[in-house]
Antibody, heavy 123, light 108 residues
Framework: EVQLVESGGGLVQPGRSLRLSCAAS????????MHWVRQAPGKGLEWVSG????????GYADSVKGRFTISRDNAKNSLYLQMNSLRAEDTALYYC????????????????WGQGTLVTVSS | AIRMTQSPSSFSASTGDRVTITCRAS??????LAWYQQKPGKAPKLLIY???TLQSGVPSRFSGSGSGTDFTLTISCLQSEDFATYYC??????????FGGGTKVEIK
């Protein structure tokens, strides 16, 4: 069974940094692209960033480009999101998400989701 | 970026109703469209991919159609557990991947 468990969220002041982690299990992690998707309180879904299986292809939403960095450690079956220069508008539940079980590239839909980790940016 | 527009943003319906949600892409996306259901406090759940392919385990009362720019999600006979928010997502163009704004289906 695929499991994605996010951690690292919390309350942080504007301008500070935070690093999110996603621990993956139940599948061959280094065979798949991985993504971060966020949801501000009471709002819709927003794709944040994606990374290919070998970290060779990385993409970001314009809203986070230059501030957030996605990475992965295939030896640890883990996905990360380094968030710098945080703003109030980054307040959201951050989901780790995986594409379809048959594999594919980073342009994909999300078959598996974690339960999310909440990031609150406030002074 | 491809913009995804859902309509309506919310509506009320009764158990047993046939309901349709529309999703429009700002440019053609072939059939690279997915639909999700999200209940309060829960992660989204994949319902349909490739515009019309039902994800394994999803009840057959859910169906999807469309290609190019216009898509629909239909629930043939609304059940109590279907009251939720629904999102479409295009995966034709990356980055970014983009979602519609959501459609909340409420109990009448």
């Amino acid at each position: 069974e695929v499991q994605l468990v996010e951690s690292g969220g919390g309350l942080v002041q504007p301008g500070r940094s935070l690093r999110l982690s996603c621990a993956a299990s139940g599948f061959t992690f280094d065979d798949y692209a991985m993504h971060w998707v966020r949801q501000a309180p009471g709002k819709g879904l927003e794709w944040v960033s994606g990374i290919s299986w070998n970290s060779g292809s990385i993409g970001y939403a314009d809203s986070v480009k230059g501030r957030f960095t996605i990475s992965r450690d295939n030896a640890k079956n883990s996905l990360y999101l380094q968030m710098n220069s945080l703003r109030a508008e980054d307040t959201a539940l951050y989901y780790c998400a995986k594409g379809p079980d048959y594999g594919g590239n980073s342009a994909e839909y999300f078959q598996h989701w974690g339960q999310g980790t909440l990031v609150t940016v406030s002074s | 970026a491809i913009r995804m527009t859902q309509s309506p943003s919310s509506f009320s319906a009764s158990t047993g109703d046939r309901v349709t949600i529309t999703c429009r892409a700002s440019q053609g996306i072939s059939s690279y469209l997915a639909w999700y259901q999200q209940k309060p406090g829960k992660a989204p759940k994949l319902l349909i991919y490739a515009a019309s392919t039902l994800q394994s385990g999803v009840p057959s009362r859910f169906s999807g159609s469309g290609s190019g720019t216009d898509f629909t999600l239909t629930i043939s006979c609304l059940q109590s557990e279907d009251f939720a928010t629904y999102y479409c997502q295009q995966y034709y163009s990356y980055p970014p991947l983009t979602f519609g704004g959501g459609t909340k289906v409420e109990i009448k």
